[in-house]
């Protein structure tokens, strides 16, 4: 079998060989097992793969390599579907397995990119998965055509079977997987037309759904080997703090504590977390509760300070310009009436729903991790710098991740890990961060405010928009190297100019204006920001787009024509707007108060219209959603609709209750007691046109959160006259203005 | 030292009485399908049968049960993924990432157990459970679709 295979090129596995661990996780993926009444196979030697991609047994089943992380978006079951499509396979044969990074590395990363982020699982790699596939099927075709001595030309395939067209020969794929494999790669292979597409397009069940009915799906938290030991962790809880003391012989005796070590800050000098080392987490985690430790240093940061400096950038003088157009100034001086309104963004948490976590093993011949990573690749590398070894000598198995939202892109707990690991070699230690650490260590959603301002003449059109952004830059705080002369662009995603960079054509801005101005007073807190879900496109919508409402309000304009006025050279933007407007019934006189929002990132066309109703007591009931998506192609459209609606769980808890705010340095919510996610009783139901236009490849997994919280925002406003500015909505009195 | 039973089978374990139950089932009795989330009683991946009501065993110490208490996890809900609720979850394909899923179900099969017909209200008041992928909107229609099955 084609898993054995992979992993038996370990080259380092010696150690692990000879402690005789079993690992309790390979299964995760594998295929399930052959059924009784199935021909026995078991003369013939395993087929070798027919090429990265695929992997065929004598028995037709499809094992497809997936390099990208499963996190709960279905790019597994997406990605399988993209290579089963090109091969002609039968679907109810394919399964999937992930290839180590390591393996990648070997094999001179013929899966190239395993970064999982972005909304980029599919998109990033349709192209090459597909040619991969294609090649696959070549293959194939030519080894059953060598085998009859005919030309390949004139056999086809389908469903995993190849027919000779005058003879009316046919092989099963698994029978020719063999002969396939010795065969060199065709130079070239061309994609199907679109048009011909059987399982791309269609509304499959998920790949790997089974194992998450039964509890039998092993995520990285339930990892368990012979002779494991666990660790639990804290981390300095003020930002910048280190370890000074902490008393071990306090704790040693108590039950299962095996060791107490200080460890080293990933990103720094010094050691800033200290961890018990025990049989059982339940006990490593008591001890270190009952742990004494001084620690020393670190930044008095508060929230309320913060703010101050953001405020300061509203009007500061100098900004960095991410996008604009016309004469503002003339504009502005010739305007019958302005509008302005602040807007302002709280940090937040990922909060996935499994805290971090790492499994390590180290010993003298090697260290490999089971891990939970949005970046298998990353991860590795970080395993070879925690450990000193070669990269060579490293490996990461890859773990379906309990949610990564961009949490599980970062490296810190990898590091962790693999230290907790080298102070008892040859002993696998599972480290397991518990929800208050994963809490008060994440790397936030970052904070910005915007000031913005308008124009209208005396008609109620605008003439001028200055869009100004205060605050954190992500790319400054985790990639300084991208910035471009200190801009980082990537805070201006969805508002950006066609041309600017490359990497970020899929965030632009699709609203035509005539003097505008768009800019960023970037102000850095000492908080890590990170990339969460949607990333600064979720501001950004806020700041847009609930500010298109003022403007249409003040100018005495239906939003909806208001917005349109301004897509006239994005119809595909015009378009998914429409169709949410139509189908929530915008416009019609029966007295529902609605929120529309419309934006473009990430590659997909995304529209809401949300439907409210704020009480007497000022109580928020958010009663209907209709959201419209085009991402070019849609894949798997029943899987897209989960991601819709599970972007309106993920937008709207932020704007209900997601706040991270700091007191003297130190997080104050610190679980979901104080911070709080969306529950049944606060969902609405949500209606998804899904509304393909072809053509181009765009993302799923991220751009709806956008339009959230914006559509409720323009709908609270719609029911009470009321402008919430400020996030989250938490404990704001919504009551009838 | 306790005597449990678990899934119908009587298990004994070796741990300090103030243990909650969720480590007992996780680190003791090897069933990892009840999930660590917050430790606190508020996301509910951990929740699990106590004679047949949802418990969240984050905060249940295993010195509060007399030994006599019928367990269930999600293990043994059912032996085959039949449960009615693991029936129309798969068909409505709802788990995401899945971390949240078998808390979930167990809180679902739970309150089935007790109101096998649970009005939109019912919903509401009973199931809380925290899921940040987002599957609530499935969840609901899953929770219609397993009373049509039951
Ligand atoms: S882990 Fe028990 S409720 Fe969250
Ligand atoms: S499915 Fe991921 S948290 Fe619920």
Not at chain 1, 370 to 376: F, M
Not at chain 1, 432 to 454: I, N
Not at chain 2, 21 to 37: D, F, I, N, P, S
Request: aromatic share 6%; hydrophobic share 40%.
């Amino acid at each position: 079998m084609t898993k054995a295979s992979l992993l038996s090129r370990r080259g380092f596995i010696v150690g692990t060989g000879a402690t005789g661990l079993t690992i309790g996780i390979l299964a995760s993926c594998a295929p399930s097992g052959t059924e009784a009444d199935a021909p026995d196979y078991s003369d013939l030697p395993p087929n070798d793969e027919v090429n990265a991609w695929v992997h065929i047994d004598h028995d037709d089943t499809v094992t497809v390599r997936i390099a990208r992380s499963e996190m709960g978006q279905g790019t597994l079951t997406g990605l399988a579907q993209l290579v089963a499509e090109e091969l002609d396979c039968d679907w109810d044969k394919v399964t999937t397995e992930y290839p180590t990074p390591g393996e990648n590395l070997r094999r001179e990363r013929v899966w190239r990119d395993y970064s999982t982020g972005g909304s980029q699982g599919i998109r990033g790699s349709q192209d090459y998965v597909r040619e991969g596939a294609a090649a696959a099927k070549a293959m194939l075709i030519e080894a059953a055509a060598n085998e009859w001595g005919v030309p390949a030309s004139e056999c086809t395939s389908e469903n995993s079977v190849i027919t000779h067209g005058s003879s009316g020969r046919t092989a099963t794929y698994g029978s020719v997987a063999g002969a396939a494999s010795k065969l060199a790669p065709p130079l070239e292979v061309t994609l199907k037309d679109p048009a011909d597409w059987k399982i791309i397009g269609q509304a499959k069940k998920r790949l790997d759904t089974a194992d998450k009915l039964t509890g039998k799906q092993v995520y990285g938290a339930d990892i368990q080997m012979d002779g494991m030991l666990n660790a639990a962790i804290k981390q300095a809880p003020k930002i910048g703090a280190s370890l000074a003391s902490f008393d071990a012989s306090a704790v040693e005796s108590m039950p299962g504590v095996k060791k107490v070590v200080a460890v080293k800050n990933p990103f720094g000098e010094g050691n800033n977390a200290v961890a018990v080392i025990a049989d059982h987490w339940w006990q490593a985690n008591k001890a270190l509760e009952a742990l004494p430790i001084e620690w020393q240093g670190g930044v008095d940061f508060s929230t309320a300070e913060f703010e101050a400096e953001l405020d300061e950038g509203l009007t500061a003088e100098e900004a960095f310009v991410g996008n604009g157009g016309g004469d503002l100034a003339a504009a502005f001086g010739a305007a019958d009436r302005m509008v302005e309104a602040t807007y302002n963004m709280p940090l937040q948490n990922h909060a996935c729903m499994e805290p971090m976590n790492t499994t390590a093993l180290y010993t003298e011949d090697g260290c490999e991790i089971w891990c939970p990573t949005q970046n298998g690749e990353a991860a590795l590398a970080a395993v070879s710098e925690a450990s000193g070894l070669p990269i060579e000598q490293c490996e990461v198995h890859k773990i379906h991740l309990g949610g990564g939202f961009g949490r599980r892109g970062m490296p810190d707990y990898v590091h962790q890990s693999v230290m907790l690991a080298m102070e008892i070699p040859g002993t696998p230690v599972k480290m397991l961060w518990s929800r208050e650490e994963s809490m008060m260590h994440g790397f936030f959603h970052p904070t910005t405010k915007a000031r913005v301002r308008g124009s209208l003449d005396a008609d109620g059109n605008l003439t001028g928009l200055h869009l100004r952004i205060s605050g954190q830059s992500i790319l400054a705080a985790l990639i300084p190297q991208a910035l471009q002369n200190g801009v980082d662009y990537a805070t201006f995603q969805g508002l950006l100019p066609s041309g600017v960079d490359p990497r970020l054509e899929d965030q632009t801005l699709k609203y035509s204006f005539d003097n505008f101005l768009v800019d960023h007073a970037m102000r850095n807190p000492p908080v890590r920001p990170g990339f969460w879900r949607g990333v600064n496109l979720n501001q950004n919508a806020i700041y847009l787009e609930c500010f298109m409402d003022e403007l249409a309000h003040a100018a005495g304009r239906d939003p909806l024509e208001f917005r349109l006025a301004h897509l006239s050279d994005s119809p595909l933007a015009a378009a998914v707007l429409q169709a949410v407007a139509d189908k929530s019934g915008w416009g019609s006189d029966d007295g529902k108060a609605r929120g529309l929002c419309v934006m473009y990132g990430f590659g997909a066309y995304v529209a809401a219209c949300a439907e409210v109703t704020v009480d007497d007591d000022g109580a928020l009931s958010i009663d209907r959603i209709v959201a419209a998506t085009d991402p070019g192609y849609a894949v798997n459209p029943q899987q897209i609709e989960a991601q819709v609606e599970g972007s309106f769980v993920y937008g709207l808890s932020a704007m209900l209750y997601g706040e991270i705010t700091y007191e003297g340095g130190e997080v104050q919510e610190r679980n979901f007691d104080t911070y709080n996610s969306m529950r049944i009783a606060d969902m609405p139901e949500v209606e998804t046109i899904i509304m393909p236009s072809g053509g181009f490849w765009g993302g799923v997994g991220e751009p709806t959160i956008a339009v959230a919280a914006p559509a409720v925002l323009n709908a609270i406003y719609a029911a009470t006259g009321k402008r919430v500015r400020q996030l989250p909505i938490k404990d704001q009195d919504l009551r009838n203005a | 030292m306790a005597t449990l039973k678990i899934n119908g089978k009587s298990v004994t374990v070796d741990v300090e009485d103030d243990t909650p139950l969720l480590w007992v089932l996780r680190e003791q009795v090897g069933l990892t399908g009840a999930k660590y989330g917050c430790g606190i009683a508020q996301c509910g991946t951990c929740t699990i049968h106590v004679d047949g009501s949802p418990v969240r065993s984050c905060v249940y110490p295993v010195g509060a049960l007399s030994g006599e208490e019928e367990i269930t996890t999600i293990e043994g809900l059912s032996e085959d993924a039949s449960h009615p609720v693991q029936q129309a979850w798969a068909e409505l394909d709802i788990p995401q990432c899945g971390y949240c899923q078998p808390g979930m179900i167990m809180a679902v099969a739970g309150m089935l157990n007790d109101n096998p017909n649970p009005t939109d209200e019912d919903i509401d008041a009973e199931i809380t459970n925290i899921c940040r992928c987002g599957t609530l909107a499935r969840v609901r229609k899953g929770i219609k679709l397993a009373v049509e099955k039951a």
